[in-house]
Nanobody
Framework: QVQLVESGGGLVQAGGSLRLSCAASGNIIGINYMGWYRQPPGKQRELVATITVGGSTNYADSVKGRFTISRDNAKNTVYLQMNSLKPEDTAVYYC??????????WGQGTQVTVSS
């Protein structure tokens, strides 16, 4: 059984920073993609950032220059450093790991609230 344990969410003022972590455990082999998605209140889930096993990254335009995704392959852990946070970044943030055609797992979500 695969588990994704997220941590690091919380309440922060606009302009502040938070760092999210997501550790994957269980029977996992070869995680190709690790990423973060978010679901703002009343909206659909959207991509925040992804990173491949080789370190290639992809970001939503709305977070470029403010958020940084990284991963530790030895620990099956992905991080999201969020700087210069804005109220519109308020959402539930979900960790995702996948290997195309083999598996696609989601974390339980962690709340990030940015006050103005």
């Amino acid at each position: 059984q695969v588990q994704l344990v997220e941590s690091g969410g919380g309440l922060v003022q606009a302009g502040g920073s938070l760092r999210l972590s997501c550790a994957a455990s269980g029977n996992i082999i070869g995680i190709n993609y690790m990423g973060w998605y978010r679901q703002p209140p009343g909206k659909q889930r959207e991509l925040v950032a992804t990173i491949t096993v080789g370190g290639s990254t992809n970001y939503a335009d709305s977070v470029k220059g403010r958020f940084t995704i990284s991963r530790d392959n030895a620990k099956n852990t992905v991080y999201l450093q969020m700087n210069s946070l804005k109220p519109e970044d308020t959402a539930v943030y979900y960790c995702n790991i996948r290997r195309p055609f083999q598996y696609n797992y989601w974390g339980q979500g962690t709340q990030v609230t940015v006050s103005s």
